[in-house]
């Protein structure tokens, strides 16, 4: 991709009186990508989503916008979700949708036509007239997507969009996202539900204690922490099995299960899969065998533990 | 419409559409009439009427106690003991109380008694003692051979003519009564909205905070933008407020001018003696009387003369200064302490160095008043935070323009200083949550870059 990244940071580091918020973070988000962010809680997340909404600014580093210096003027191309979101209790739905649609620039005859395109696309055109409090915490979390991506940003950053949702909305929302994607906005994606980060993104970059401890393309991430491990389901005996593993395997764990057999095997001293499947075939009757794929959800609890290991031993 | 411009008026309509805005709108001036309504209304209604039962032994009395609207006198057959005058009271209606006037009343006063089965009113108790005292006095008087007319004449009324002499020589008169009553008024008002709209602002951040809305908006919009947006509006509020209630107070309050004044000239009718024994009894002649009210008149004259002395287009347009200045320079204050809250009720330790000096400036407002041009005065009126309503008592004693300009030159430098220094804690503070919040931190935001 040679294309001009939507959005890239550079060793942008901030802190807060007395503690690092985040340190020399660098990313880069490609234009079209779901981007996602994940981390634990108190890593820095929303600090860094907040430095690209300059609602705080970075002590050091510097950010781009489509190859240009991130400034006040962008944030009309940039929609944001935060997590701590909420709408003015006392005011009447679509009134507020206009006037935040309004803050982010567009005029009011457009912020209408597009509210009325929307408020139908959900459904829920009867609500223009209700006052927020009327609303359940679903219902005003539908409003608050609508307003958040109604100014048609280039740029979407969203964080925990599902918290707060049922499993319907969840998936409404979900396919909005994946929606706006085909039209060519970028997401930025801030959670740390590994299962919708699997569902969802392309590019993922992992921040824990204040840096990017993993970034890169969710393909070429798992790639990286495939651990050659395998699950076979075979006939005859888990002896048998674990005799035959000679120098190819180790035995990581197995099970029985009702007379069909299960064991998962890692691969040792560089043998392949052919070297280990000649082997075992010839005293059991191998009937599935399978790589075993780390999850997101793996994968980030195996790069966190890794990071603080590392950190202890230097 | 620039995005301060939407602010503000997202600001101004949900206030002024709101239910409650209108109710106090259309309270206030009610309230303030009804401070001049009810207490004449309450002393038209309050009284039933009093009969009395004349019991006078001196007979001095005899059919020369007059009766007012309330209060009626009646006078039995001469020599009727008092006792059967109790029982006649007790047993009848007609009479609540009976008074009883000793033979020698002209020597010694005490001991005239009123004896009721019914408690009788205050103002029934004071005019029985003030009618005796005249009556009595003027006896005494007669006797020594001074008659009424003598008395009168020797009355003397004095008001000082207050003149003062500025630089150039000119002569200005002024009114003392009618600046004091100009000034504290004024420096009330001030005090009240920066009171009532600047814990508005503060309302409106707490609760944008705990909407947890206000993410949403500085993502839209700079803090700063937002604060002020937020500063103007509720400002435009009480102004568009203030307005409705000066054009409905002054209508009620000319409403109930005439109630009081038809009133009083009523109770002029019944109750003034003095007038009713001169009348009856003196023997000076009319031209004197004449006179009298010519003195009056010029009196009555002399004070409308007076507030032609008030320069009222410099009252009237410091006052809008100061009115705005002094919320302005508040409500971004409490604009900050909103933000560094989670909730209304933490913010009592952050109050009390805001509410103290206005609380002191209206402390002080009434020892200024007293003695507007000390120099604690002045020093007063110079600085912001207590210059908005120290000022605006001083003003209609007169006071130097470069006085005025270099206090509201200070103010609105107070009023960029502070604005500053709470839009800095409030860019922090609207973003914290669940955290009590100390003067430390505060001052860790405010010092922090």
Known sequence: MSQTPIFRAENVSKAYAGHVAIENISIEVPKGSIFGLLGPNGAGKTTFIRIINQITGP????????????????????????????????????????????????????????????????GIEAWWHKKVEEL??????????????????????????????????????????????????????????????????????????????????????????????????????????????????????????????????????????????????????????????????????????????????? | MSKIGLIIQREYLTR??????????????????????????????????????????????????????????????????????????????????VLFIHKKIISTPAGVQLIYDKQPGINVIRYIENTLENDIETFKLAKSGINQATIEAAKTNITLVTTKLDEVGEESKANTELSMVVGLFSGILIYMFIFLYGVQVMRGVIEEKTNRIIEVIISSVRPFELMMGKIIGIALVGLTQFLLWVVLSSTLISGSQTLVQQHFAKQEKGTSIEEAMSRSQSLAPESEEIAEAKLNEAAVNELFSNIDLIDFPVILGSFLFYFLGGYLIYSALFAAVGSAVDNEADTQQFMLPITIPIIFSFVMAQVVINNPESTMSFWLSMIPFTSPIIMMVRIPFGVPYWEIALSMALLVAGFIATTWLAGRIYRTGILMYGKKITYKELWKWLVYH
Not at chain 1, 87 to 101: I, T
Not at chain 1, 105 to 119: E, H, I, M, N, P
């Open chain 1, 59 to 122: 002590d050091t580093g510097s950010l781009w916008f489509n190859g240009e210096r991130l400034e006040q003027k962008h944030l009309h191309q940039i929609g944001y979700l935060p997590e701590e979101r909420g709408l003015y209790k006392k005011m009447k739905v679509g009134e507020q949708a206009l006037y935040l649609c309004q803050l982010k620039g567009l005029t009011k005859k457009d912020a209408l036509q597009r509210l009325k395109y929307w408020f139908e696309k959900f």
């Open chain 2, 16 to 97: 002024v559409r709101k239910k409650s805005f209108i109710i106090m709108t259309i309270l206030g001036p009610v309230l303030m009439a009804a401070l001049f309504i009810v207490p004449v209304w309450l002393a038209m209604n309050e009284e039933d009427d009093a009969n009395i039962l004349v019991i006078d032994d001196s007979m001095l009395f005899h059919e020369r106690m007059e009766d007012t609207e309330k209060i009626h006198f009646h006078f039995p057959e001469y020599g009727l003991p008092l006792d059967s005058a109790k029982s006649r009271m007790m047993g009848s209606e007609d009479i609540d109380a």
């Open chain 1, 136 to 314: 359940s915490k679903g219902m005003a979390q539908k409003v608050q997507f609508i307003v958040t991506v109604l100014h048609e940003p280039e740029l979407l950053i969203l964080d925990e969009p599902f918290s707060g949702f049922d499993p319907i909305n969840t998936n409404l929302i979900k396919s909005e996202i994946l929606e706006l994607k085909k039209k060519g906005t970028t997401i930025i994606f801030s959670t740390h539900n590994m299962g919708s980060v699997e569902e969802l993104c392309d590019h993922i970059a992992l921040i824990n204690n204040s840096r990017v401890i993993l970034d890169g393309e969710v393909g070429e991430i798992r790639n990286r922490f495939r651990t050659q491990t395998y699950d076979i389901e075979f006939k005859g005996s888990m002896m048998d099995l674990g005799n035959s593993l000679g120098t190819y395997g180790e035995l990581l764990n197995h099970d029985s299960d009702e007379g069909a057999l299960s064991a998962r095997v890692k691969l040792v001293n560089g043998a392949t899969t052919n070297q280990l499947l000649g082997n075992i075939m010839r005293s059991i009757e191998v009937t599935g065998f399978h790589e075993v794929i780390p999850s997101m959800n793996d994968i980030f609890i195996e790069a966190v533990e890794r990071y603080n290991r590392e950190k202890q031993m230097a």
